[in-house]
Nanobody, 125 residues
Framework: QVQLVESGGETVPPGGSLRLSCVAS????????LAWFLQAPGKEREFVAS????????NYGDSVKGRFTISRDNAKNTVYLDMNSPIPEDTGVYYC??????????????????WGQGTQVTVSS
């Protein structure tokens, strides 16, 4: 069993900054890609960012390019999402996902086997 636990979600003003974290634990072995997805109210889950096992490759959704940064610390089994200059459209539940033997090119939710419970981010003044 693999567990992913997100944290760091809160209310942040437009133009502020926020860091989300996700810790992986349990029976997770080998190389695995990690990603963040956003589910806004009334919308489908959408790809935000992904990173490969070594951290050498990252991928971003068009709406967050240049504003968000994904990184990982394998010694801590943790992936981060640094959100800079968030806008109200970034509001929603952010989910962490893991794909065993995956890579950063994977942008669809169905490619990821393991999911966290999500953390709420609200961008509002």
């Amino acid at each position: 069993q693999v567990q992913l636990v997100e944290s760091g979600g809160e209310t942040v003003p437009p133009g502020g900054s926020l860091r989300l974290s996700c810790v992986a634990s349990g029976r997770i072995f080998g190389n695995y890609a990690l990603a963040w997805f956003l589910q806004a109210p009334g919308k489908e889950r959408e790809f935000v960012a992904s990173i490969n096992w070594s951290g050498s490759r990252t991928n971003y959704g068009d709406s967050v390019k240049g504003r968000f940064t994904i990184s990982r610390d394998n010694a801590k089994n943790t992936v981060y999402l640094d959100m800079n200059s968030p806008i109200p459209e970034d509001t929603g539940v952010y989910y962490c996902a893991a794909a065993i033997d995956g890579d950063s090119s994977m942008t669809t939710p169905g490619r990821y086997e393991h999911w966290g419970q999500g953390t709420q981010v609200t961008v509002s003044s």
